[in-house]
């Protein structure tokens, strides 16, 4: 009888035991997912709604309520000038669009800089900062660099032309003039539209009369003005140096006419001082 309640009592400890080690490996599971979760909710990046384009948009275009979308952006890492409302996006009703200043992809940001206020007219106008003009730049002028230029990018503009009877000269005389807008012209490139102020515009219109312009575009990492002072003829590219002859002077002589009889005769004197 008590072998049979030793064995009683050995297996009762045992499955105690055991019970008391699947309730650990339990608690250490259930700990293991909570750190994992803990982890987990660590690295949620937080995000917010704001309105992109449903479709590729370039310069002139109207955006209408047709044309966005609501996306998720990350919060930390949100551009300024977002639009996050309806309200807005479309403060004067859906029915009243803005107009694109900058070409935009589908699912990207759009930000106050790249569209109009709501209800400006479409148009070259609408595109121009206040107190700026635009000055168109012909075909052949922008032909080279095909449809390569983009609005918003900046070029230099060089002038070559004589001034009077001079040599003609190469010199740079506009610096950072940003691109308003383009408009495809078929094969022969862009046509390009600059804006600039009214003194610039004045400016081009009578180098253009006296001479040709030539543009060239400027890395989007150069920040600095072009070198204004730079100016080239063909001596300096060729490395010609221009010297000056002074013309021989013929030393004064001086005669008086002496008359003998009928005859008259040119004599050589030393000349008055």
Known sequence: MRLVFGLVLLVGMGLAGFAVYLVNQQFASQESALERERQRSANIVSTVEIYAPSRDLTFGDLLTADDVKRIQYV?????????????????????????????????????EGKVTEAGAPQGITALLDPGM?????????????????????????????????????????????????????????????????????????????AGSLSLTPV??????EGDLTIETDIRDVLGIEETFVAPEVEEERCFVTQRTGTQRTQVEVECAD
């Open 219 to 224: 890395g989007r990492d150069d920040l600095e």
């Open 75 to 111: 919060r930390d890492d949100l551009p300024e000038g977002v639009f996050r409302d309806e309200e807005d996006l479309f403060p004067e009703g859906l029915d009243t669009p803005r107009v694109v200043r900058f070409p935009m992809f589908a699912d990207e940001p759009i930000l």
């Open 133 to 209: 003009r635009a000055f168109p730049l012909p075909n052949s002028l922008t032909s080279a660099f095909g449809g390569d230029l983009r609005p918003g990018e900046v070029i230099d503009l060089y002038w070559i032309g004589r001034v009077g009877n001079g040599p003609r000269t190469s010199r740079l005389v506009k610096s950072r003039l940003e691109i308003l807008a383009t408009n495809a012209t078929g094969s022969n490139g862009r046509g390009v539209m600059l804006q600039v102020t009214q003194e610039d515009f004045a400016d081009l219109q009578v180098l253009r009369s």
